[in-house]
Each structure stands twice: as C-alpha cells, then as structure tokens.
C-alpha cells in the first residue's frame, strides 16, 4: 500500500548546515541498517526490514538551506517512523501516559528528537507549534537554551512568561539569528501562534489547543527512495523526513539509530 501526502509549498529553512558532509567524507555515511531500541528490546533492520512495510510517499518537500538557499522540492518514499518503532514494541503507541519521546541518531553525529504525539498521534498545541517552526533547532527541544560551539547561544525560553508585546519584535526585526534569514514573518508565524508557543513554555494549562497538525503533514519517513530512486550511498540511504515541520531543522541524513524512551 502506498499512502500519498500532497505537501503543497513548506517554506522551510534548513539549519543543518553543520550536518553537511565534506565530499570526502561522504563513503563513511552509508547507511545499510538501523539499530532499534525501544520498549526494552533492540533490533536491527536492514533496508530490505524497511522496504518490507508499508511504503509512505511525501510529494514535494522543499526545505530551504540557509547556505545554499533553497534545495530542490523532492519527493521522499519510505517507511513511516510509527511502523518501524511499533515492530520493535507494538505497545509503544500506548504509553501515552509516560509519553516516551524518541532520540534519532545518525553517523555524524547529528541527533533529533521527537515527541511521543508526533510519533503515534495528533501534535498539537504549542509544544507542537514550537517544533514545526524550527525554535527547538536553537532553544532545544524542551527550550532549555543551547549554546552551540562557534555559535550564538541560544536563551533557555523554558518556564519564562515572555508576551507577544516582547517576543514577536525579536521574531520579526530582533537579532540577527531571528531575521537574518527573513523566517519568522507575520504570515509564517502570526502573533496567535506566538502566543500559544509562549504559554506552552510558561507551562499555562494547555486547555483546547487552537493549532493542530494538519492530517496532509502528520508524516514522519524514515526514507529510501528519492524522485522514485534508490539512494545512494552519498545521499545517506536511510534518512529521516518529518514532513509537518515547515523548518527542515528536524531532516537528517545517515539515520542509524532510534532510540525510545520508557
Ligand atoms: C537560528 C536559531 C534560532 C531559531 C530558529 C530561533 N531562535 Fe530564538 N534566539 C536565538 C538566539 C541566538 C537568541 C539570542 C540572540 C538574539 O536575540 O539574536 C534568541 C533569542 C530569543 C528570544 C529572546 C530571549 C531573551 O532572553 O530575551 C526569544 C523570546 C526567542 N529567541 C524565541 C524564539 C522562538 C519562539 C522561536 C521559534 C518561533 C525562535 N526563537 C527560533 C536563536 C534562534
């Protein structure tokens, strides 16, 4: 069965720079298999593992590279990311009470972190806003600040009580880590949406959530095709898509280990 996503036009910004290889570098990043763990077992999948789920289609995914400018669109097919956990533990779909989240390793090193909700469910609400929109790439995924080598650190926003007032000027016309490429605009990030990413972190009840994933976007692929091609080794052969967020600061090449919390 192949499920077909329509992706229409993610204006996504890549901040993965650092995780770009050297061409020489490139051979070591193959990745053939992946190593598993969660709910207290480990597996390793080949791609064949892979190839034998149900394949998942993404069209049109387009992040932008902040050196490079924008990548080209490309359509990724491949596993989704729930299938491949629940092989491993079938009953990681029901601990939504302990809401285990789940730590993605590639070979260089690069390492993303994904929410329970995301995984098995619906993400929504702030938690999820902040995600999609690429603050957790600097302010860490829980927003407990990051301070990158070489780099700007990056505030903890965790547990502050920031107001719109404050935050959408440092958005919009703030430092240059906000504006230097020309993201957080009012029609990207509209002063609502700040809002409900500011209460998330102040920790305010989450109550009804106003943003919700849309259905077309609640994918997350661990790929291996791409334009309906195999990988090669240089592109890395398994990497991960998370197609709901519109900042690609999640996209990762060279996938080779997944790790879930208990
Ligand atoms: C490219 C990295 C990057 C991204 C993405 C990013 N930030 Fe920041 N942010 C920074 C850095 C670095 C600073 C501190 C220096 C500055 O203001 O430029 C900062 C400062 C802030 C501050 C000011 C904090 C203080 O102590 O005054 C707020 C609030 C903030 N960011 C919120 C957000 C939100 C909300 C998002 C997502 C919508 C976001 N940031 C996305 C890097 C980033």
Request: charged share 20%; proline share 8%.
């Amino acid at each position: 069965m192949t499920t077909r996503l329509g992706i229409p036009a993610i204006a996504a910004v890549s901040l993965l720079v650092a995780a770009s290889p050297t061409a020489g570098e490139r051979p070591e990043h193959e990745t053939r298999q992946l190593r598993v763990r969660a709910g207290g077992t480990e597996r390793t999948l080949t791609l064949a593992d892979l190839e034998a789920l149900p394949a998942v289609t993404v069209e049109g995914y387009r992040p932008i590279g902040t050196a490079k400018g924008p990548l080209a669109s490309n359509t990724w097919t491949g596993a989704s990311f729930r299938d491949v956990l629940l092989s491993v533990d079938p009953r990681f779909c029901e601990r939504e009470e302990s809401s285990p989240s789940v730590v993605v390793r590639s070979v260089d090193g690069w390492t993303v972190t994904l929410k329970w909700p995301e995984v098995c469910g619906a993400a929504s609400g702030g938690e999820a806003l902040y995600n999609v929109k690429g603050c957790n790439e600097c302010h860490g995924t829980g927003g407990e600040g990051t301070a990158p080598a070489g780099k700007t650190p990056a505030p903890a926003l965790r547990g502050r009580s920031l107001t719109v007032g404050e935050v959408a000027p440092v958005l919009r016309q703030g430092g240059k880590a906000h504006t230097k490429y020309d993201v957080y605009t009012e029609t990207f990030l509209p002063d609502p949406e700040i809002a409900e990413i500011l209460s998330w972190l102040a920790g305010a009840p989450s109550g009804t959530p106003r943003y919700v994933v849309p259905p077309e976007r609640r994918a997350i692929l661990l790929a291996y095709r791409k334009n309906g091609r195999p990988m090669t080794g240089s592109d890395g052969l398994i990497q991960m898509i998370v197609a709901m967020d519109e900042i690609a600061s999640r996209y990762s090449h060279w996938v080779s280990e997944i790790e879930a919390g208990q």
